[in-house]
């Protein structure tokens, strides 16, 4: 008989309690039989936007988006085409935009008006299809498999919880997309080379996972432009399987590249750097720390940032300090860079 | 328009766990396999749902009872004597010799606690879960998508087998494709085909089927000549979800709980309990039957329906423990409902089939030459995911065995033509009926009504006249909206029904030729478990235009049932 883990924390289950309210009052506006109103954009993928065909759907019982459009393509539009398999939060195939926002349609109570609209930042096939491919591509050149750096010692191994904690939250990962389509990284398309938070939540499953050889992950890391993450929190907000995406997946893996790719870490261990011995942020010092001294040739940019007041040549050349600089350094000094 | 042809050694039709695993092994082995998935591999299809994973023989300190007790669940909850004991035995040696450890160093996370302890389910049989129980399908199956894409397996996926392609020699030796979301055809040629399409197929109005899921496994080999199995032996849930329609596939599952001494309980709509695993029947490790038995008398006593009028939970545990290693708190949290107080109102769906395409479990050689199986559309066994690897590597064993003799005639060019019509065919409907949707809609209906839980020779009767009309009136009168090619899921619609009608009726043939009750197969006109005349597999073969039925026995080396004839409502199993 194991040893009982620890209770969830009492912040989850204040979440829960919180959400609980939320979510028996979306279950509970609407009376079988009242008439919703949903409506649909429908392309055949090669039209930009596709046009909105409004349909009036009869609400039954604890009624999901998916029931909407399974009533739809069985009563009013038998050629809707939307992709779903299980109906029950586990494919991850059903993920659409509903007013706006990304939810698994098999998963969300529907609204009495709303729009539903394929996912962003993936082309459409047609209607809700859209095509997964870009997505499917990133994570296969992550190669994304366990590699050992040691033996395997036979079944079972030792292995503890506690030191797959965060691996163990990105397995919860269905690959629903509903995070891609809201980052808005991804958003700006090939302005910046981010991954995404899917491809990522998939990286994190083996490259967080203690049994890894972490030199193997390096090389995956090296292709995720990881540090135009801006940490907004959209992909958890979003994120069906409740997947903690930035802080417990990003944020360590942003760690480790760091620690296993330096190079492109330079902006975030500069900064970091430079918290710790004077105490603050200084924008002087962290654009010559990036940038080099090249960055002195760029007059025009120096002037507009002197006269808006971002940096302070003296306050950067004579290193000065706030009182914080030794709380900081304490403090970062507890979590590896 | 164009046919694309493909060439591989073997040719896969499904990407659940039979289907990867199978492709796993022949990779291995030199062999060039290809996956057609109609869904997307390991993302579609009945693996996923895999709740929690049973440990077999003297695994993780298993006791010799234990390990006896899981054996005799297998071969009597679970499929009511009528299963290869001989082959059961292979399975259970091989679970606990090769799949956990090879699953473990391939990196699935059997859930440990802080101390480093894998966390098992308590009592006679007991479980293991991958990260967390109630979801272990889908940590296991996205291993396998990245094991099959790490082996640069060929993937046709969202591509639906339409039809098994024979060369002039009669064996298989090919499959024809449709990729769904561009409309085009592709022929796959293949010195073998493996059908590995699962166990489950979505024929009646509550069904734990998916989406894609219409018999095409079954229709497809039956069309090429193979014999099928049980076909009328169907597997039920009896709490799933009753509310909403898309949750019929969410079960509140009532197996033991990993790390606790509880399970979820059930109670009629007078607030009795009438079904709670651990008290019950302990040796009933996935009860489905027990339960489906414990229900009937509930239904007899007006008590509960089969579509609902009954509940189920948890509010016999505290929340921690269900939460602790578990996902069954999240239908109740997503309803608004507090958790574990509040027990939801669940029904009856149709599950897995126990019967299928009838195999050679030495090989998984099917009937046909050129044609093996793998996994749930087999009739050899009834599901669970580790049987399912398991047939993969024997198919892929009997393959390797086979392959030198494998004849290369390739399919035969008036196959190709005759498919590539009836899909043209079909996609040009243009009758006076319904959508093909609203056919299968009809289908299920009738399924649910006249082949439901319950059933008798009338009502059976009366189902085959209705899809006999179904095939002679509502069939050539479909209509289709659009006959575009791209993802037209009205074409694929279309293309189902036919499989679905062809398999109904073989379905309700088989449910007429089996005179007794068995485990869930329940006839109220031969309402005794008959071991003496009925312990056997119910085989059935084509014959002209029609069917053919035979009864083959089954050895016991192992298990035996204890009487001879009993009302099979107080039979345990």
């Known amino acids: 008989m194991a040893a009982p883990a620890p209770t969830l924390s009492p912040a989850t289950r204040l979440g829960q309690a919180e959400r609980a309210d939320t979510l028996a009052l979306r279950n509970a506006r609407l009376s079988p039989g009242e008439i919703i109103v949903v409506r649909i954009r429908r392309s055949d993928g090669t039209e930009s936007a596709g046009r909105l065909q409004e349909f009036a759907v009869p609400y039954q019982k604890w009624m999901r988006v998916l029931d909407a459009l399974n009533w739809i393509a069985e009563n009013a539009a038998t050629d809707l085409a939307y992709r779903w398999f299980c109906g029950s939060k586990m494919c991850g195939t059903c993920a659409v935009r509903m007013n706006g926002r990304e939810v698994l349609a098999c998963w969300e109570a529907v609204e009495p008006e709303m729009t539903i609209e394929p996912l962003r930042n993936l082309p459409v096939v047609r209607d809700l299809v859209v095509d997964r491919s870009r997505y499917e591509t990133k994570v296969a050149g992550f190669e994304p498999w366990l590699r050992r750096a040691d033996t395997y010692p036979g079944f079972p191994e030792p292995l503890s919880h506690k030191q797959m904690k965060n691996a163990s939250k990105a397995l919860d990962c269905i690959s629903c997309m509903c995070c891609y389509s809201a980052c808005p990284v991804i958003g700006l398309g090939d302005l910046t080379d981010f991954a995404g938070p899917a491809p990522l939540v998939q990286l994190g499953q083996t490259a967080l996972d203690p049994r890894n050889d972490q030199q193997k992950v390096a090389g995956a890391l090296a292709q995720t432009g990881i540090f135009n993450c801006v940490s907004c929190y959209k992909c958890e907000e979003v994120c069906p399987a409740g997947i903690p995406i930035v802080s417990q997946i990003i944020e360590p893996l942003k760690a480790k590249t760091a620690v296993l790719v330096p190079a492109m870490a330079r902006h975030a261990l500069a900064l970091r750097a430079i918290v710790a011995t004077r105490g603050r942020v200084d924008p002087g010092a962290l654009v010559l720390r990036v940038q080099g001294l090249g960055a002195l040739a760029r007059l025009r940019r120096i002037l507009r940032l002197l006269v808006r007041g971002k940096i302070s040549p003296l306050r950067t050349f004579f290193a000065f300090k706030t009182a914080a600089a030794a709380p900081a350094r304490r403090i970062l000094g507890r979590v590896p860079p | 328009m164009s046919i694309r042809t493909i060439s591989t050694d073997v040719a896969i039709i499904g990407g659940g766990a039979a289907g990867c695993y199978a492709a796993l092994c022949l990779h291995r082995e030199g062999i060039a396999p290809l996956i057609v998935c109609k869904g997307l591999v390991g993302k579609s299809g009945a693996s996923l749902f895999a709740g929690n994973l049973v440990i077999s023989g003297k695994l ?46 391939a990196g699935l996370y059997f859930r440990r606690d802080d101390a480093g302890n894998v966390v098992t389910s308590p009592g006679k049989i ?23 894409i790490r082996a640069g397996i060929p993937r046709l996926e969202e591509t639906v087998a339409t039809a098994l392609l ?78 909403p329609p898309s949750w019929q596939r969410m079960q509140v599952y009532p197996n033991p709980m990993l790390g606790s001494e509880k399970s979820a309980r059930m109670v009629n709509s007078a607030g009795e309990e009438f079904f709670n695993q651990q008290e019950d029947d302990p040796l009933a490790f996935g009860p489905y039957t027990v339960q489906l038995k414990a229900l009937a008398k509930q239904v007899h006593a007006g008590k509960a329906r089969y579509d609902g009028g009954y509940f189920a939970g948890f509010d016999n545990c505290d929340a921690d423990e269900v939460d602790r290693y578990t996902t069954y708190g999240k239908v109740y949290r997503q309803l608004g409902l507090e958790f574990p107080n509040t027990l939801v109102e669940t029904a009856v769906t149709s ?101 439901g839980v319950e059933k008798d020779a009338r009502g059976l009767e009366q189902a085959l006249e209705d899809l006999s009309r179904i095939r002679s009136d509502l069939l050539p009168e479909m209509r289709l909206s659009n006959t575009g090619l791209r993802a037209n899921y009205e074409w694929l619609d279309a293309i189902d029904v036919a499989n679905m009608v062809d398999v109904c009726e073989l379905i309700v043939q088989s449910s007429l030729e089996r005179k007794e009750s068995r485990g869930p197969f329940f006839r109220t006109d031969f309402p005794d478990t008959d071991n003496r005349d009925w312990l056997v597999a119910n085989v059935m073969t084509k014959s002209g235009n029609g069917v053919k039925f035979e009864r083959r026995a089954y050895d016991l080396p192992f298990f035996a049932p204890d009487f001879e004839r009993k009302a099979n409502l107080e039979v345990a199993w």
């Open chain 2, 60 to 105: 993780l300190g298993n006791t010799d009872e234990e390990a006896s007790n899981t054996a005799e669940f297998l071969i009597k909850y679970h499929n009511q004597f009528l299963i290869d004991q001989r082959w059961a035995r292979r399975c259970g040696e091989w679970i606990e010799r090769v799949y956990y450890p090879e699953l473990e160093e």
């Open chain 2, 166 to 243: 024979r060369n002039a020699d009669g064996a298989v030796a090919g499959v024809f494709c449709l990729d769904v979301l561009t409309g085009d055809y592709i022929v796959v040629e293949a010195k073998a085909v493996i059908m590995a399409t699962g166990y489950s197929d979505r024929l009646h109005k509550r069904s734990t089927g998916t989406r894609e899921m219409s018999a095409d496994g079954i229709a497809l080999a039956w069309r090429a000549g193979a014999a099928l199995v049980n076909m009328e032996m169907q597997w039920w849930h009896t709490n799933d979800i009753a509310h």
């Open chain 2, 351 to 451: 599950h897995y089939r126990q019967g299928g395409i009838d195999v050679d479990t030495a090989t998984m050689r099917s009937a046909v030459p050129g044609l093996y199986v793998a996994g749930g559309v087999g009739g050899h066994s009834n599901g669970l995911i580790a049987l399912a690897t398991f047939d993969g590597k024997v198919v892929a064993d009997g393959i390797v065995a086979d392959f030198p003799a494998a004849t290369a005639k390739p399919p035969a060019p008036s196959e190709i033509e005759f498919e590539r019509r009836r899909l043209d065919d079909l996609r040009g409907s243009a009758g006076h009926g319904p959508a093909p949707v609203a056919v299968k809609e009809i289908l299920r209906d009738i399924m649910w009504d006249k082949a």
């Open chain 2, 126 to 148: 007991r479980s293991v879960a991958a990260n967390v129980q109630g979801n272990s399908g889908v940590p296991f199956m996205d291993l396998r998508r990245k094991q099959v």
